[in-house]
């Protein structure tokens, strides 16, 4: 089995740590992408999430427009843009306006999760059919149309058409790519001849049989000859395992209590969640399992096991979710950890 290094991208979720503000949060994650730019990664995608007290990103685009402002090779982009939650149209102008500001460098990544809980998914969803989670492959097509160059017809019961294009018209179109950790999302992007990533940082339930779906129902397209897909992970790399372990902390506990439908707070800092731990011990149960699958360690360890799971899963692209925390000292804009992770990871 072959060990080649993937190539590297990163996707943020614009962690906000206690006692930290959503602009001093944004400016830290700004440092990171132009960091990651510096430093070769591929490409730099944001996701959306909403109402959650330790996650800033709850508009990709906006992020993705400062990004690229402040870089000059990498890929900007959504991972991605939670589609029920959005009017079609309004997303492919605003990725249009995206590839216009940075053209060739503008991923759409379109997902069909909410992002939320249940009372801000109806605050979100109050916008009529575009809210209908069923058109959901209608909406991916109407966008695909809306940002080409032929745009989109619409069709009147009554006869006659309109047509209609995202402006302000780019002269070249972003990349779509179709997100999601289910069968269903993995068939989908295969039927529809897309890339598609698998939400492996999250879970990573499922993965193997997401990608044989996707890989062995491919259809090519106009756009797409063949499958292809990258993995997304959550790493913490630091000069020792134990300081790797005590950043992942914050995180791990973070996800134990979510997934314990405990109330969310803004993310504990590494001296926060040391002590917390020791007190209440709410990742315990969990740490073993969760940090089994994410990339912990030294920088030479966790390459190498990069490589290893890349290979093992025939793909080329490993996407990390830098998830090191903060220290009590650290200044509040900046991001010394995450920063250091992507560092270690190409050293």
Do not use: K
Request: proline share 6%; hydrophobic share 45%; aromatic share 6%.
């Amino acid at each position: 089995m072959s060990t080649a290094t993937p190539a590297l991208s990163v996707l943020d979720l614009v962690p906000v740590r206690t006692g930290q503000t959503s602009s001093q949060a944004i400016a830290a994650s700004l440092a990171v992408a132009q960091r990651a730019d510096e430093l070769g990664y591929r490409r730099y995608w944001f996701a959306e999430h909403h109402n959650m007290p330790a996650v800033a990103s709850t508009t990709p685009p906006v992020l993705i427009a400062a990004t690229a402002a402040r870089t000059s090779r990498i890929r900007v982009g959504s991972g991605g843009v939670m589609l029920p939650n959005h009017s079609p149209l309004v997303v492919a102008e605003q990725f249009a306006a995206l590839e216009a500001l940075a053209p060739g460098r503008v991923d759409l990544g379109i997902g069909r999760a909410p992002g939320s809980d249940p009372v801000i998914t109806q605050l979100l969803r109050q916008s009529g059919t575009t809210s209908d989670v069923e058109r959901f492959p209608n909406h991916i097509t109407d966008i695909r149309s809306l940002v080409s160059r032929d745009g989109a017809t619409v069709r009147f019961t009554s006869g006659g058409t309109y047509d209609v294009h995202a402006t302000p018209a780019p002269t070249t179109t972003p990349e779509v790519w179709l997100l999601g950790s289910s069968d269903y999302s993995a068939q989908l992007a295969a039927g529809m001849g897309l890339p598609y990533v698998f939400a492996n940082h999250f879970s990573g339930e499922g993965l193997e049989r997401a990608l044989d779906l996707y890989r062995g129902q491919f259809t090519p397209s106009e756009t797409l000859a063949e499958p292809r897909t990258f993995l997304t992970a959550n790493a913490v790399v630091a000069e020792t395992d134990e300081q790797a372990r005590a950043a992942a902390l914050p995180q791990a506990r973070m996800m134990a209590r979510l997934r314990s439908n405990r109330p969310l707070v803004a993310l504990e800092t590494v001296e926060q969640a040391a002590a917390a731990e020791a007190a209440d011990g709410l990742a315990g149960p969990i740490l073993d399992a969760m940090l089994s699958r994410w990339f912990v360690g030294t920088g030479d360890e966790t390459r190498s096991r990069i490589a290893e799971f890349a290979a093992r899963h025939g793909v080329d692209e490993v996407m990390v979710s830098p998830v090191a925390a903060a220290s009590d000292d650290e200044q509040m804009d900046a991001a010394t950890a995450r920063i250091r992770t992507l560092e270690l990871l190409v050293a």
